[in-house]
Structure formats: structure tokens, C-alpha cells
């Protein structure tokens, strides 16, 4: 067999390795493969074997740069906690050897450098090779604590290629963890390590300063409490700051600023990163000065947030973020309040400005994450008899009233055209119910919208929060199922590049599943709540609700492609599709009726055949009972198919039509429900091959065991509502009524008049006949909805030979005949 090229050992690991965090069977192979693999100590002899492994550790780690190091952290923290209490520890010794050997190859790639073949490659090699210490120090930086001295002199590295840059990010983010673990290090070790420090934050962009700042703030604080240093150091970003606002005061209009940018970008983004790291209030910076510091940087930078110019304003407002998280009390203050909720709440405010004030927030939530754990093992290794609790919660309470204070914001960021705001919304939100910081049931209705992102990793993220949820707080998904599926199509809305093509509720894919599909399987286990939601669903096409058609088609794909799985889940919107059909039909002919003119002329009928006396009696709302009650007279008029009767019909109905053409477009908006409705019903008949005697033999209060039979759905079988989406995308609604439309209105009402008198199916005849009730009734279907193909419109006979069966449609039942 041929042996696994390295590349290909590579990507079999990156894919395993992914699954670290997944069940607990799986979990458990993932740890016990790499601890085989990586975390078993090699002999001290075989120096190849301990290469292979370095090399193969670190083709991983490089493989993974874009997606994250999460699983390392895990895997390595996994194995560590399984031998705590263990006397022989195989993990820690192995993990010993490979930082040993790592440093090692780290050196003989920086000899290799030199060699311009192959720069390139040992470039890269090294990265992953100090990357991949970061990802050891982070879970036990004791490992590196003899090898900082070694680590050091790569503070000075030249940079430039991207390489160099993430070489010296990844060993200030070492030395930050290592240098305050190391007992009497060398003076001149420190003052190296922190002049290194500085040069680099003068000299270079955003990521460095970052890092560099934060590897200071370690040593400084916690070593060498070299204050005045870095005091020098603020006070000449500071000062440049407040020189060129005085300037701006000055005169606006100068170009001063213009000409200082780049200085005036990047003090104020090191005053706010200095801020982050160092409280500055404190006596050992200022000394006896009374001035209040973090006001003054608030002002200062508040002052810039305001700046005509965006770049400016962005950085101002990273600056902010910077300080926040050391006084996290200025997100009280009104104008800080004013200028996150403007931002966020703006509509037509700069997405970057919006993904900003979303990442201060989310830095926030994850700084403070990291001050409570750490505070946690602080407590646990000092103090186990005190109340960890109380602790937790003093310092919880000032983020929970933050994230009150900016919550509703938040939310209503999720409807944003573009993606990068609805994903750091969605970070923000998550974070915080992670942390407990607010009631999760005023975020349902946002995740449920949420989980109907298009992109794929949003949805997972949603719904997990959903799963989450359900787990803690049984009911909460349920009580805001509705509004999360109207939020849904706000968002959808939001999303909708093309504002003339209507807002569907499918994936447009292969699978067509409902946008809405996870909601539905979290609620469809529990029958009381499936109902209800359903009910609440389809009392929106109810002509009192007001619901606009767009929206009402959104709730209908949804209908059309929910994950049924039980007979007894369509047939149960079948029944109530009939009943709330009953109930609106009846209610929208009635209003069509009285908006006719009362005009004793036009009452006179058309012609003396009486088969047209009910249809032609609608203007004046005096039709007969009986003549409605007269299957077989109407047979005659059915089975003949007379257009001219039709013709006569609708040109009597013209006659009766008021000069105002509101009542008109009322009744043609408020007929998308019920033909929606329609629709839908004739859809999951053929999804389910059900026949109307099924649908008639249906009760809600039999036993469940009764429909507890799995569909057979049908394949090919589309939901496509052809008169709504026509009704949408010629705007009916605002658009000038022609004769056309006014007559493709009246057959529409005709129509609809003649389905609400023969509502429910007759019987079938002795002979076999499909009765002309029947005929009536699929004839007025087929019509209404646009006579479409029969795998989609047609009306079924009542024949239920077998459950589940599709008996083809009822014009097919004239053809038998």
C-alpha cells in the first residue's frame, strides 16, 4: 500500500482535529489519536522521529492560520486536565520535549534564513514554529519560561514581509505570558525587553502596537513597575492629540490636520491601546496631580469621533473601545450612550463606524470574560472557603447594565443589508447570553430571524444559541416562535438586494427547505405547542389580521416547505385551512357585495337562463339559497363549460362596480390570503398524495396514533403561487386599474363565489360520478389558481383507496367519467 504523502497526513489531521469539541465518542477517539500521535513522549535517541512529529505538529498549526487555533487550545488543555491528579504525567513530559525541540528548529531556521532558495519556506516554518509555542504558553507558559532569554532578541526582527510581522506579534504575545513567571530575571534582560517594546510602538501599524502594548502592560505591571517610562510614553501621544484639537478649534477649515493625519490616526489609536493596559488615575503615574485623566482622554477622543473625516472617526472610536474595557463605567456617560446607539441605530451611518462600535462591544464582553476566569482560579487557589459567587457577581452586574443599556441596538443590527454587520451583531449577542448578562426570551425572536441568515456559519451560530435556550428555559422558543417568523421577514426584507422581486420563505437550492425549517423541528416534538404555532400561523390570513401579502407569501413558503414528518402535521393545516377559508371567503364576498352600487337597473338579469341567476344576482346581494343548493341543475352549466354564461356573468358584475376602484384593489389585496391558503392546500395534498376524502375524515381530537404514519412525500412537487407573485410584481396595489384588471378581478370574485358555494365536497355518485358539486368546486379551483400544471393545482377526487395515495386530479375524474 502506498504510503500517506506529509501533505496528506496534514489534511487528515486538520480534519480531525476539528472534531475536538464534538460528541463525547468522538471526542474521545480525537483525544486519544493525537495524544498517540503528538503527546506520547519520543526517546531521547531518535531524533528523526521527534523532527517528524515537530514537522507534522506544525504543518497543522499552519494549515489552520485562517480558521483558528481554538481546537489546539482544547485538544491540549483536555489532555492536561486527564492526568492532573495522575503520578506519571506522559502528556506534560511529552509537551516538554516538543517546546524544547520546537526552539531548537526555531533556531536552525533563523541560521537557514540566510539562504535566498529557500527564505521563502524557512520564513514560513519558522512562523508556525513560534505560532505554535504561542498555542503551548497560552495553556502552560511554565514550558517557555526557560526559553524567554532565547525568545527575546526576536523583538528586533526587520520586518518586511507579513512573516516578520507575525513573528514578532507571536513572541510579544509569548513574553507577555512567560516574563511574569520567571524568578529574578536580569535588569538588563527587562530594560531590553521593554525598549525593544517601544520602538516597535512608535514605528509600526495598528496589529503590532497592539501586541506590543499589551506585552508592556505584563512587564511593566506585574515586573518591573517602570511607570515613568511608560508615562513618557503617553504623554507624547497624548500631547500631540490635544495639540492638534486646539488647532482644529482653532480654525476647522486649516489643513494642518490634513497634513498630520498619519500622526493624528495613529495617537490616537496608542492613547487608547496605553489606556487599555495602564490606569493612568494612579498615583504612580501622575504623582499628586488632581486632573482627572481617563475624563480628559474621553473628551479628547470624544472630540474626534466627530471629525468630518471617517478614518478619523473609526480610530477615535477604537480608541474609545481601548479605554472602556480598563473604565468600563464611561459607557454610562450620556454622550458615549448618544454615540454607540446613533451609530448603531442609523440607518444611513457608515457600515464601518457600525462594525466598530459592534467589536468595542464584543472586546469588551470577551476582556471581561477573561478577567472572570482568571479571577475564578485566583479565588480557587487562595480562598476556597469565601463565596465565588458573590465575587462572580459584583463584577458580572457592571456588564449586564452595559449590555442592557445597548441591547436593543444590538438586536435590530441584524437588519443589515451587509453580513459583517449582522455577524458582529450576532457575536455581541452571543457573548453576552454566554455570560448570563441578560433574560435570553427578549433575544428569541432575534435568533429565530437570525438562523434565516444565507450564510451558513451565522444559522449554525443562531441556532446552537436556540438549542442552548430550549435546554435552560423550556417554553421560551414557542412563546416567540411567531414573532421570530415575522422578524425573520424583516430580516429577509433587509437582505433583499432586489426590492422588486418578492421576499420568498425556501432556500433557493436543491433542498428548498424552509427558511424558518430548524424553528419547526425544535417546536414539532411537542403536539400542544406544534398546533399552536401553526394556528397563530395561519390566523395571519385571516382578512381581519391586515397582514401584508408579501409577508403572508413569506409564511406560506414556509408552510409549503416545513420538515413534516407525520401525516397528522399537514393534514392538521389542511383542516384549519378550510375552516379559516369558511370564515374569510364568506367575509370578503360579503364586503364585495356591499361595495356594489345599489342600482335597480343594473339588478335585471342578463339572460333568462336560470342557471346564471346566483352569479348574476351578486350585485345586488339577493341570491337564492336553493338556486346554491341545485347540484344537479348546475351540472348542466358545469358540464356544458359555457364561456358566453361566464361572459354574461362578469359583464352584469361590471355594471355594478362603483366608480371608486378602492373597494376593488381591497378585494383583490385581501384575496391573496385565502388564494395563498388555497394554494398551499392543494400543495400538500400533492406533496403527500392525499385525497379529499382523507382530508374530510380528519379530526384534530382523534387519538395521535391515528396519523402517527410517516409521509411518502412526493419528488418534483414545487410550491410556485403564480398569482400572488404576478400581484406582487406589478405592484397592483399603487398601480393605476385598467378595464383588463378590473375584469380579472370580477372572474376572480366569480370564481371565488362559486368555490364558497360548493366548499365542501359531495359524495361520490352510485355510478362513479364525480358529482357536479365537486366539479363545480375544481372548476373554480383550477381557475382561481391560474389552472396551472396538475402536479401543482389540480383538485384530487374523493377516492381513499389507500392512505396516502395521490389519485391524480379532479379534472381527471371527467376524463374517467
Known amino acids: 500500500i502506498e504510503q500517506p504523502t506529509f501533505p496528506k497526513i496534514t489534511e487528515m489531521c486538520v480534519k480531525m482535529i476539528r472534531r475536538v469539541n464534538d460528541e463525547e465518542g468522538i471526542k474521545k477517539l480525537v483525544n486519544e489519536t493525537f495524544q498517540k500521535l503528538w503527546f506520547t513522549p519520543t526517546p531521547h535517541h531518535d531524533k528523526e522521529a521527534m523532527t517528524r512529529k515537530i514537522l507534522n505538529i506544525t504543518d497543522v498549526v499552519a494549515a489552520c492560520r485562517d480558521t483558528g487555533y481554538d481546537w489546539f487550545e482544547q ?39 540566510s539562504d535566498s532558495d529557500n527564505k521563502g519556506v524557512n520564513s514560513g516554518r519558522l512562523v508556525a514554529c513560534i505560532t505554535t509555542l504561542f498555542l503551548f504558553s497560552k495553556i ?87 511607570y515613568k517610562f511608560v508615562w513618557a510614553c503617553f504623554n507624547r501621544y497624548y500631547g500631540a492629540l490635544s495639540k492638534l484639537k486646539s488647532q482644529h478649534q482653532e480654525d476647522p477649515n486649516s489643513t494642518i490636520l490634513t497634513a498630520n493625519k498619519p500622526a493624528l490616526l495613529r495617537s490616537l489609536f496608542t492613547v487608547g491601546a496605553l489606556c487599555r493596559h495602564f490606569d493612568f488615575d494612579q498615583e504612580d503615574f501622575k504623582g499628586n496631580s488632581k486632573v482627572n485623566i481617563k475624563d480628559k482622554v474621553l473628551e479628547l477622543l470624544m472630540y474626534f469621533t466627530k471629525h468630518s473625516d471617517e478614518e ?41 463606524l457600525k462594525i466598530q462600535v459592534l467589536k468595542n462591544l464584543q472586546t469588551y464582553l470577551q476582556e471581561e470574560d477573561t478577567r472572570m476566569q482568571q479571577a475564578d482560579r485566583d479565588w480557587k487557589k487562595v480562598a476556597k472557603q469565601e463565596d465565588l459567587k458573590e465575587m462572580g457577581d459584583i463584577s458580572s452586574g457592571m456588564s449586564s447594565s452595559i449590555m442592557q443599556l445597548y441591547l436593543k441596538q444590538v438586536l435590530e443590527a441584524f437588519f443589515h443589508t451587509q453580513s459583517s454587520v449582522r455577524h458582529f451583531a450576532l457575536n455581541v449577542i452571543a457573548l453576552t447570553l454566554n455570560q448570563g448578562l441578560i433574560h435570553p426570551v427578549q433575544c428569541v425572536p432575534y435568533l429565530i430571524a437570525m438562523g434565516t441568515d444565507p450564510e451558513p ?80 400561523l395561519l390566523n395571519l390570513f385571516d382578512d381581519t389580521a391586515k397582514t401584508e401579502v408579501n409577508m403572508l407569501l413569506y409564511i406560506a413558503d414556509n408552510l409549503a416547505c416545513f420538515p413534516y414528518q407525520t401525516q397528522e402535521e399537514p393534514l392538521f393545516i389542511m383542516h384549519h385551512i378550510d375552516i379559516t377559508l369558511s370564515v374569510s371567503g364568506s367575509n370578503l364576498l360579503q364586503s364585495f357585495k356591499e361595495s356594489m352600487v345599489k342600482d335597480k337597473k343594473k339588478e335585471r338579469k342578463p339572460s333568462s337562463d336560470e342557471e346564471t341567476e346566483s352569479d348574476s344576482n351578486s350585485g345586488s346581494g339577493s341570491e337564492s339559497d336553493e338556486e346554491a343548493s341545485k347540484p344537479r341543475r348546475l351540472r348542466k352549466r358545469v358540464d356544458s363549460d359555457s364561456d358566453s354564461d361566464e361572459e ?36 400538500l395534498k400533492n406533496l403527500c398524495g392525499f385525497s379529499d376524502s382523507k382530508i374530510q375524515k380528519y379530526s384534530p381530537s382523534e387519538s395521535a396514533k391515528v396519523y402517527d404514519k410517516a409521509i411518502n412525500r412526493k419528488t418534483g412537487v ?43 365536497p359531495d359524495e361520490e355518485e352510485e355510478d362513479g360520478e364525480v358529482s357536479a358539486s365537486t366539479n363545480a368546486r375544481n372548476k373554480a379551483i383550477t381557475s382561481l389558481l391560474g389552472g396551472g400544471s396538475p402536479k401543482n393545482n389540480a383538485a384530487e377526487t374523493e377516492d381513499d383507496e389507500s392512505d396516502g395515495e395521490d389519485r391524480g386530479g379532479g379534472t381527471s375524474g371527467v376524463r374517467r367519467r
Open 457 to 536: 456559519s451565522m444559522r449554525n451560530k443562531a441556532d446552537q444559541q436556540l438549542v442552548e435556550i430550549d435546554k435552560k428555559y423550556a417554553g421560551f422558543i414557542h412563546m416567540k416562535a411567531v414573532a421570530g417568523m415575522k422578524m425573520s421577514y424583516q430580516v429577509q426584507q433587509a437582505i433583499n438586494t432586489c426590492p422588486k422581486d418578492p421576499v420568498r420563505g425556501f432556500r433557493h437550492d436543491e433542498s428548498s427547505s424552509a427558511l424558518c425549517s430548524h424553528l419547526y423541528s425544535m417546536i414539532r416534538g411537542n403536539r400542544q405547542h406544534r398546533r399552536a404555532f401553526l394556528i397563530s
Open 648 to 683: 354574461n356573468d362578469i359583464n352584469a358584475v361590471m355594471k355594478c362596480l362603483p366608480e371608486n376602484s378602492a373597494p376593488l384593489i381591497e378585494f383583490a389585496n385581501v384575496s391573496q390570503g385565502i388564494l395563498l391558503l388555497l394554494m398551499l392546500k392543494q400543495h
Open 312 to 352: 478619523v472617526q473609526t480610530k477615535a472610536i477604537i480608541g474609545l473601545g481601548f479605554a472602556f474595557i480598563q473604565h468600563p463605567s464611561l459607557m454610562f456617560e450620556q454622550e458615549v450612550k448618544t454615540l454607540y446607539n446613533s451609530i448603531l441605530s442609523d440607518k444611513n451611518c457608515s457600515v464601518n
Open 140 to 226: 502552560r507558559p511554565q514550558l517557555m519560561v526557560k526559553h524567554a532569554m532565547t525568545m527575546q532578541p526576536y523583538l528586533t526582527t526587520k520586518c518586511s514581509t507579513q512573516n516578520d510581522f507575525m513573528v514578532i506579534c507571536n513572541v510579544a504575545k509569548i513574553l507577555e505570558l512567560v516574563v511574569p513567571l520567571m524568578e529574578h530575571p536580569s535588569e538588563t534582560f527587562l530594560a531590553t525587553i521593554e525598549e525593544d517594546l517601544m520602538k516597535l510602538i512608535i514605528k509600526y501599524g495598528m496589529t503590532v502596537v497592539q501586541h506590543c502594548v499589551s506585552c508592556l502592560g505584563a512587564v511593566v505591571n506585574k515586573v518591573t513597575q517602570n
Open 75 to 113: 485538544l491540549l488543555q483536555n489532555l492536561l486536565k486527564s492526568e492532573e491528579d495522575a503520578s506519571y504525567k506522559p502528556v506534560k513530559k511529552a509537551c516538554t520535549q516538543l517546546v524544547d525541540n520546537l526552539v531548537e528548529h526555531i533556531l536552525k531556521y533563523e541560521e537557514s534564513l
Open 718 to 760: 414545487h410550491f410556485h403561487p403564480k398569482q400572488t407573485l404576478d400581484f406582487l410584481r406589478s405592484d397592483m396595489a399603487s398601480s393605476k386599474i385598467t378595464e383588463e384588471v378590473k375584469r380579472s378581478i370580477v372572474k376572480q370574485y366569480l370564481d371565488f363565489k362559486l368555490l364558497m358555494e360548493h366548499l365542501d
